[in-house]
């Protein structure tokens, strides 16, 4: 048991509500136990209180697809380090993908992570449990079981299902169960070797190209047998404008459909590897600006449904190789909400539309009481100030590695403080 904390003067911003107006709010035993929207709110003779003092009082972050190395590649990221980025970039839960090794395919696996991440992570981690056997695409392994350990959602993380008998089972099984599905799409056999955005720019480097295709048409055959079988299903990151298309379409047809996009993607264009830079060799590769601006506008208009770092820590022995051999990947959790909010300085996109991105709709995918301020509500919040300018240094991220797709970038806005049931996790110092 805590103290109560009250944090008063605050602007509160709550995607689920729409609400965006000065208040207050009171925490008792790691929940919002009152709210007050420019009135009175009762306060504990014993609660702690924080004055605002205007920032921005928002849910904290749920990302939706965040990669780290433990177990097996702890000299990456590990459960613990992955939190402490997670909480300097505002990120109160995060969705581990099931890479690792051994993999995220088994019961036992799924409640291991569960305990390991209460005893070492400041912030929420929810397992994703692989779709098939080691992630090989091959065999499906128990859903039930790992539903029952603790699993939020159904992911073969960088991996995708090539056989379409085998997806249209899977998705079957899921929705007996009522597991989401999130799949990342490509074709393989059309990405082949290459290595980033198949075009001109990839022609003048000389490097292969993966063409748009590749993710398109698996996307496609993905959203019908969404409808046939009625699974709940998540399109874990669409890059192109005629993803966008074909995902506002089905979505016309099927509301159980939803997307989404990584940070890279909204921010990031193919020109940005200039000169074979390999922090910028990512899983999605980094389309052309026409790409950018759809996925942006598909964002805007409630296509896209989710933002997520795609946070993929590599130690940079290899990263730093020739473009074509270098691994690819890029971590993200601590820049994720300044990156997002170029958008809203930019008037591209609304506050509350990049909020909710990150926070009320990824709960509402995956079926969390989180994502939202309102009374009984779990007390995870974000102190944030929208215009703190900073600079990215990649010796002051809290990571295990450094492949920040964002080094040296020039940001607008920083979370100033994290509080993940009522506890403060990180606290800004300048």
């Given at each position: 048991?805590?103290?109560?904390?009250?944090?008063?003067?605050?602007?509160?911003?709550?995607?689920?509500?729409?609400?965006d107006?000065?208040?207050?709010?009171?925490?008792?035993?790691?929940r919002?136990?009152?709210?007050?929207?420019?009135?009175?709110?009762?306060?504990?003779?014993?609660?702690e209180?924080i004055?605002?003092?205007?920032l921005?009082?928002?849910?904290?972050?749920?990302?939706?697809?965040?990669?780290?190395?433990?177990p097996?590649?702890?000299?990456?990221?590990?459960?613990?380090?992955?939190?402490e980025a997670?909480?300097?970039?505002g990120?109160t839960?995060?969705?581990m993908?099931?890479d690792t090794?051994?993999?995220?395919?088994d019961?036992?696996?799924?409640?291991f992570?569960?305990?390991?991440?209460?005893?070492?992570?400041?912030?929420?981690v929810?397992?994703?449990?692989?779709?098939?056997?080691?992630l090989?695409?091959?065999?499906?392994?128990?859903?039930?079981?790992?539903?029952?350990?603790g699993?939020?959602c159904?992911?073969?993380?960088?991996?995708?299902?090539?056989?379409?008998?085998?997806l249209?089972?899977?998705?079957?099984?899921?929705?007996?169960?009522?597991?989401?599905?999130?799949?990342h799409?490509?074709d393989?056999?059309?990405?082949g070797?290459?290595?980033?955005?198949?075009?001109?720019?990839?022609?003048?480097?000389?490097?292969?190209?993966i063409?748009?295709?590749?993710?398109?048409i698996?996307l496609?055959?993905?959203?019908?047998?969404?409808a046939?079988?009625?699974v709940?299903?998540?399109?874990a990151?669409?890059?192109?404008?005629?993803s966008?298309?074909?995902?506002?379409?089905?979505?016309?047809?099927?509301?159980?459909?939803t997307?989404?996009?990584?940070?890279n993607?909204?921010?990031?264009?193919?020109?940005?590897?200039g000169?074979?830079?390999?922090?910028?060799?990512?899983?999605?590769?980094?389309?052309s600006?026409?790409d950018?601006?759809?996925?942006?506008?598909?964002?805007?208009?409630?296509?896209?449904?989710?933002i997520?770092?795609d946070?993929?820590?590599q130690?940079?022995?290899?990263?730093?190789?020739?473009?074509?051999?270098?691994?690819?990947?890029?971590?993200?959790?601590?820049?994720?909400?300044?990156?997002?909010?170029?958008?809203?300085?930019s008037?591209?996109?609304p506050?509350?539309?990049?909020?909710?991105?990150?926070?009320?709709?990824?709960?509402?995918?995956?079926?969390?009481?989180?994502g939202?301020?309102?009374?009984?509500?779990?007390?995870?919040l974000?102190?944030?100030?929208l215009?703190?300018?900073w600079q990215v240094?990649?010796?002051?991220?809290?990571s295990?590695?450094?492949?920040?797709?964002?080094?040296?970038?020039?940001?607008?806005?920083?979370?100033?403080?994290?509080?993940?049931?009522?506890?403060?996790?990180?606290?800004h110092?300048?």
């Open positions: 048991m805590t103290k109560p904390l009250l944090i008063e003067n605050a602007r509160i911003v709550d995607p689920a509500s729409g609400t107006q000065r208040g207050a709010v009171l925490i008792e035993n790691g919002i136990a009152d709210l007050a929207l420019d009135g009175p709110v009762g306060v504990p003779d014993d609660a209180v004055n605002a003092n205007g921005v009082l928002t849910p904290g972050l749920i990302d939706m697809r965040v990669f780290t190395g433990e097996g590649w702890e000299y990456r990221e590990t459960l613990a380090s992955a939190g997670a909480a300097a970039g990120v839960s995060f969705v993908m099931p090794m051994p993999a995220v395919d019961g036992a696996v799924v409640d992570l569960v305990r390991r991440a209460k005893a070492t992570s400041k912030v929420n929810l397992p994703a449990a692989g779709i098939t056997k080691g090989a695409g091959k065999d499906l392994t128990e859903f039930g079981l790992m539903r029952e350990a699993a939020v159904l992911s073969d993380g960088r991996n995708s299902i090539q056989s379409t008998a085998l249209r089972t899977a998705m079957s099984y899921a929705a007996n169960y009522d597991m989401t599905i999130v799949h799409t490509v393989m056999s059309l990405a070797e290459g290595v980033m955005n198949d075009g001109l720019f990839a022609t003048v480097l000389g490097l292969k190209g063409a748009r295709e590749a993710e398109t698996p496609s055959r993905d959203l019908q047998l969404a046939l079988t009625g709940r299903y998540h399109a990151q669409i890059s192109t404008e005629a966008v298309e074909i995902v506002a379409a089905a979505k016309r047809r099927n509301a159980r459909i997307a989404g996009v990584s940070i993607n909204l921010c990031l264009n193919e020109n940005d590897i000169r074979y830079r390999t922090y910028f060799k990512l899983g999605t590769p980094l389309r600006e026409d950018r601006r759809a996925v942006i506008e598909g964002l805007r208009s409630g296509v896209i449904d989710t997520h770092s946070h993929d820590p130690d940079s022995e290899v990263k730093r190789q020739p473009f074509a051999e270098a691994s690819t990947g890029a971590i993200g959790l601590e820049t994720l909400l300044a990156a997002a909010l170029r958008l809203v300085h008037d591209d996109v506050l509350l539309t990049v909020l909710k991105a990150m926070t009320s709709r990824p709960a509402e995918i995956l079926g969390l009481e989180a939202r301020i309102a009374k009984g509500a779990p007390a995870d974000i102190l944030v100030d215009d703190y300018p240094d990649e010796k002051q991220l809290r295990r590695s450094r492949n920040t797709s964002f080094e040296n970038a020039r940001l607008a806005g920083k979370v100033m403080r994290t509080i993940v049931a009522g506890e403060t996790v990180f606290l110092e300048d």
